[in-house]
């Protein structure tokens, strides 16, 4: 199926956890957890499609080396479209901002975002819960970019339900450290273990009464192993944070501050 369609724009933002507790080690070698995905413009992506000409099926080009094609998330999106409904012809230009390998999502809003573009270029008949379907197979926190509000996530990190969480009010500061921490070595470093606290509950708390509260697991066992990330953390109090933490794995360390007058 190719098609001409007006230029389509995209504002992608990144995300930050507020607080991420690994629950349990499920069969399927998924773990469940507890997390509030909040997004931020802090960085950001710009994501640009285009229809492109027949020789090639989906041209993606970027200004930053992006990978191996085959393991690209929005490659890997466009395919699962073009499974089902043919599409073909389409070029996408990604100006990345959201740093890789921060545990800021970049990958996976980005994924989340191509398969928008492609649904609304080429008129899908794609329900909600078919667009979640393909997203989860994106990524455990990709459907959560196709709503792109604070939520608070279970199971894999696909269960979501809205959470009323306004952090306007004070100002966001991040520090992405030349560190990369992979998945599977954050995974390694965890003991999963069962949550006394309920997190919708607890952010709904004075952002001052966090620290000791809402907690992410991965920081115990990525801390050992690169200690400048427990110094960014450190320093972001020193510095006046009211909360501070490592985002998803890592390696990007957020502090959420009061704005000064």
Not at 119 to 128: G, I, K
């Amino acid at each position: 199926m190719k098609k001409d369609f007006p230029t389509l724009n995209a504002f992608i933002t990144a995300k930050i956890n507020l607080g991420l507790q690994i629950v349990r080690k499920r069969k399927d070698g998924y773990h469940d957890l507890q997390t509030v995905f909040y997004p931020t413009s802090f960085y950001h992506d710009i994501m640009t499609l285009t229809p492109c000409s027949a020789e090639f099926e989906f041209e993606l080009e970027s200004g930053e080396d992006l990978g191996p094609s085959d393991n690209n998330l929005c490659v890997k999106a466009f395919r699962l479209l073009q499974q089902d409904y043919g599409i073909e012809g389409v070029h996408l230009y990604l100006d990345k901002g959201i740093p890789t390998g921060a545990g800021l999502g970049g990958g996976s809003a980005d994924a989340a975002f191509t398969l928008k573009l492609l649904v609304d270029a080429f008129q899908l008949p794609v329900t909600e819960e078919q667009m979640l379907h393909y997203a989860l197979q994106l990524g455990s926190d990709v459907p959560f970019f196709l709503y792109n509000q604070p939520m608070y996530a279970t199971g894999r990190g696909e269960v979501m339900t809205p959470v009323d969480l306004d952090l306007s009010a004070y100002q966001l500061k991040i520090v992405k450290p030349d560190i990369h921490v992979s998945t599977k070595e954050a995974y390694a470093g965890i003991t999963p273990k069962e949550s006394n606290i309920f997190l919708p509950n607890v952010l709904q708390m004075d952002v001052s009464t966090w620290k000791d509260v809402v907690v992410n697991d991965f920081e115990e066992s990525v801390f050992a192993k690169h200690p400048k990330l427990r110094e960014i953390k450190e320093a972001f109090y020193r510095d006046g944070a009211l909360y501070a933490s490592m985002s998803g794995s890592g390696s990007a360390v957020f502090g959420i501050f009061p704005v000064t007058k």
